[in-house]
């Protein structure tokens, strides 16, 4: 179990790479030193039931919607918004039986064409391409051992396209599910503060803004000179990571753009997963 433990967090740093993302696989973090997978409240009710996928989905729906709202309420129009789909294969399976079903998964979530590379002995296979606006990239990360590790990125303007996000979302999620890799989300927006002022007073605006719409509980916290970041506990999000024995639900982190003279303001459910 460790030694399956430490391949993960090796794979996820491989996908890291390939795609040079800096904030890790699909939002999958390690916090006090574990790997904190996003999971639900209901997670082993849903496995059994026959409308899981479909609870799961309103649920990511709502979030994004929540999401999508407070990126309005206090960031200027051009805040993005990410969702990241990542999951692991049950079945150990061979490079070409790996590549024909990320070629598979590809054209079903809507991206042609797809490549391979190797990346430190262990095969990567990546297709990406654009959904109605939407940014969609997929990483297929196969162990030697036949471990397979997949993420599907969706990257779009918050304002105009989180409605079809929302819906690529749902769609992934099911046609991963139905390729036999069961699959977990999380999701942040980031934008400018349509308002000046501090990194104190941003972060308490956003987080008076966020308590009006919700239950929550300051859990963690980290400050410097030019950025804070607090982790909360708010049960009616759903979707959690374990952080010790802690849930946490939902990031906030504002941070001050000195080039930009003004405060960059990132939200993510449960964590954020994007460089803040």
């Known amino acids: ?44 009710a849903w496995k059994g039931t026959a409308n899981g996928a479909s609870e799961a989905g309103t649920i990511a729906e709502s979030n994004l919607e929540l ?13 993005l918004l990410t969702v990241k789909i990542q999951g692991e294969m049950i079945n150990s399976i061979s490079k070409d039986q790996a590549k024909t079903a990320a070629e598979e998964l590809a054209r079903a979530i809507g991206l042609s064409g797809s490549t391979s590379n190797e990346l430190q002995g262990n095969d990567v ?36 396209q989180a409605r079809e996000m929302m819906s690529l979302q749902q769609h992934v999620q099911e046609r991963m599910e139905q390729a036999g890799i069961p699959n977990t989300w999380n999701a942040s927006i980031q934008g400018y503060a349509t308002k000046s002022g501090s990194v104190d007073g941003t972060m308490a605006q956003v ?32 979707t959690f990571v374990k952080s ?16 930009k003279k003004s405060s ?4 993510g459910f449960p964590v954020i997963t994007i460089e803040y």
């Open 1 to 44: 179990m460790r030694k399956m433990r430490l391949q993960l967090i090796v794979m996820m740093l491989l996908l890291c790479g390939a795609t040079g993302m800096m904030a890790g696989f699909a939002g999958t973090t390690e916090r006090n030193g574990e790997e904190a997978v996003p999971q639900t409240a209901e997670a082993s």
């Open 67 to 79: 999401l999508a709202a407070l990126g309005q309420e206090h960031m200027d129009p051009s805040a």
């Open 207 to 238: 987080e008076e803004a966020v308590a009006r719409k919700l239950p929550l509980r300051s859990v963690e916290d980290y400050a410097d000179v030019t950025t804070i970041s607090r982790s909360y506990q708010a049960p009616s999000l759903g």
């Open 264 to 267: 960059r303001i990132t939200i």
């Open 125 to 160: 296979f990546q297709a990406e391409g654009d959904r109605s606006g939407v940014s969609v990239h997929l990483d297929w990360a196969l162990t030697k051992q036949g471990h397979s590790y997949v993420r599907v990125m969706l990257v779009g303007e918050a304002a105009a």
């Open 244 to 259: 010790g024995d802690t849930p946490i639900h939902m990031q906030i982190a504002v941070h001050e753009d000195s080039v």
